[in-house]
């Protein structure tokens, strides 16, 4: 085993350790920084798939952007609000066997559709064309964007622009009262 897989390995298994952690944890802090480590050993997978613009779009829109706000929304929250939650009661009831059973059903209806699906008749998968590692995505992506995908973006912009307009005008009337 080359280097390179060692640290893919290790990246693949940060993955999926801390995000398990996540899900498990008590702790709202500690599982927030581990959903940090969960996007961050994301991005380096994206890497090793040379998909170097989705790498750095995911460090600075989802772990420097969301988790930011998630820790601004933790630490700003009411506390006597959070400490005045009672905790789960741990065991088994019966809406959690149903729970159980649905997820096995359609884990399996997946695993059934998966297993009967045939390959080979999607066109798209064999003309798969292999990649260049001196292939630039994001050379790709903006070409991309700014001619074949040139109307979706100018739309998701006007959208995002009326976002920023409403944002601004309800924080203006929340300082007048």
């Not at 706000?69 to 789960?88: D, G, H, Q, T």
């Not at 798209?124 to 292999?130: A, I, K, L, Y």
């Not at 074949?148 to 973006?153: D, G, I």
Request: aromatic residues 16%; glycine residues 6%; without cysteine.
């Amino acid at each position: 085993m080359g280097e390179e897989q060692i640290i893919f390995y290790f990246f693949a298994a940060s993955v999926l350790i801390s995000a398990l952690f996540v899900v498990v944890m008590k702790n709202l802090v500690r599982s927030i920084f581990l959903f940090f480590v969960t996007l961050f050993s994301l991005a380096a997978l994206y890497l090793f798939a040379l998909a170097d613009f989705i790498a750095l779009a995911q460090v600075v829109i989802y772990a420097g952007g969301v988790l930011v706000l998630m820790l601004f929304a933790f630490m700003l929250s009411n506390r006597e609000l959070l400490n005045s939650l009672k905790p789960v009661a741990s065991g088994f009831k019966v809406n959690h066997f149903a729970g159980i059973f649905i997820s096995l059903l359609f884990l399996f209806i997946l695993f059934a559709v998966i297993i009967k699906t045939d390959f080979n008749q999607f066109d798209w998968m064999e003309e798969r064309v292999p990649i260049n590692a001196s292939d630039n995505t994001t050379h790709q992506i903006g070409i991309q964007t700014m001619t074949t995908y040139l109307l979706p973006f100018e739309i998701l912009s006007v959208f995002l622009m009326m976002a920023l307009i409403g944002a601004a005008h309800l924080a203006r009337k929340g300082g007048k009262t």
